[in-house]
């Protein structure tokens, strides 16, 4: 039996790129002209071209990246919808719809089921309330799902039995936070051995996350499933830091989330500058403005 250390430093880790295929909305009709969180103030201006100018930004460095994005058409009089990451949670092709806490965005709902149904995905109709992938996150075959300010704890239970998964229920007590993906990145969803690694060395579903966002025993929660996530600061959390998207290789990030940028470098991973500061105003980033369309996971 040899004590030798069989994981590699984290700094010489080679993380593997995933495809990812995403659905976003421009913000032709961006403003915010109500408050349902603690970012919007309808007193303060927005730019609407300088929006759609930050917004465009993120779609060509998703293209650029290799991915697919496919769009919806934005709606005049709903200002949010940019947050495409609000507008369900798609696996295997299965899209579980979003029912709005907040009557500004309901109407979003059908709009976004009809694209669902429009482009080929099996729509479930959701009977308890959901902000889809602002609440759910996957990570491995595990569904990470918030409440306290959005979601409910009985949509907790319908996802698990539309997707037919474990889903793990995650407490937020900041209203700043009211959204899971404002306080978890998921870096990595791919959970089990890599593949072509003849050393067997073992890839394993990783998150960074802010632990001050959650209650005590969600907080433990994540310390045991998580030993190794990143824990980012507060200050890095307050420039909504974790609202990231990855695909296991590239983390694209808020510019002023210096520390998590650190942290990420340490890892092996590669992060990517980009500031949505306008949609910013309206209490989302660069994760609510995407929404991921996973086809069959085997
Ligand atoms: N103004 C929107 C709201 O309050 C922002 C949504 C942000 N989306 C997200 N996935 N965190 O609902």
Redesign the pocket.
């Known amino acids: 039996m040899s004590t030798h250390e069989s994981v590699a430093p984290a700094a010489s880790t080679q993380r593997t790129q995933q495809h990812r295929r995403y659905l976003m909305c421009r913000p032709e009709h961006f403003t915010v002209s109500y408050s349902?969180?603690p970012?919007?103030e309808p007193a303060r201006p927005t730019d609407t071209a300088r929006a759609l100018q930050q917004w465009q930004t993120l779609y060509d460095t998703y293209l650029a990246l290799g991915h697919d994005v496919e769009l919806i058409d934005p709606i005049d009089g709903l200002p949010?919808m940019v947050?495409t990451?609000?507008g369900g949670f798609v696996i295997d092709g299965v899209a579980y719809g979003p029912k709005?806490r907040?009557a500004e965005?309901v109407p979003e709902g059908p709009a976004f089921m009809e694209w669902f149904a429009a482009n080929g995905f099996d729509v479930v109709e959701p009977a308890e309330v959901n902000?889809?992938?602002?609440d759910f996150l996957l990570v491995g075959q595990t569904i990470l799902a918030g409440t306290g300010f959005?979601s409910t704890g009985d949509s907790h239970r319908e996802v698990g039995e539309v997707f037919g998964r474990e889903v793990v229920s995650l407490t937020l007590t900041d209203p700043r936070f009211?959204?899971l993906?404002?306080a978890i990145a998921v870096l990595d969803p791919v959970e089990g051995p890599s593949t072509g690694s003849a050393t067997g060395g073992v890839e394993r579903a990783n998150i960074a996350y802010l632990p001050s966002a959650f209650d005590e025993a969600s907080q433990a929660i994540l310390r045991e499933r998580y030993p190794d996530a990143i824990q980012v600061s507060d200050a890095d959390g307050a420039v909504f830091g974790l609202?990231s998207a990855s695909d296991g290789r590239n983390v694209i990030i808020s510019p002023r989330a210096v520390g998590f940028e650190a942290q990420l470098r340490e890892r092996g991973y590669t992060p990517v500058m980009l500031d949505l500061s306008e949609l910013l105003l309206?209490?989302?980033?660069i994760?609510?403005c995407t929404l991921e369309l996973r086809g069959v996971i085997r």
């Open positions: 349902i969180n970012w919007m949010d947050y990451a609000n709005f907040f965005r902000e889809g992938e602002g959005r009211y959204h993906d404002t609202n309206g209490g989302g980033g994760k609510c």
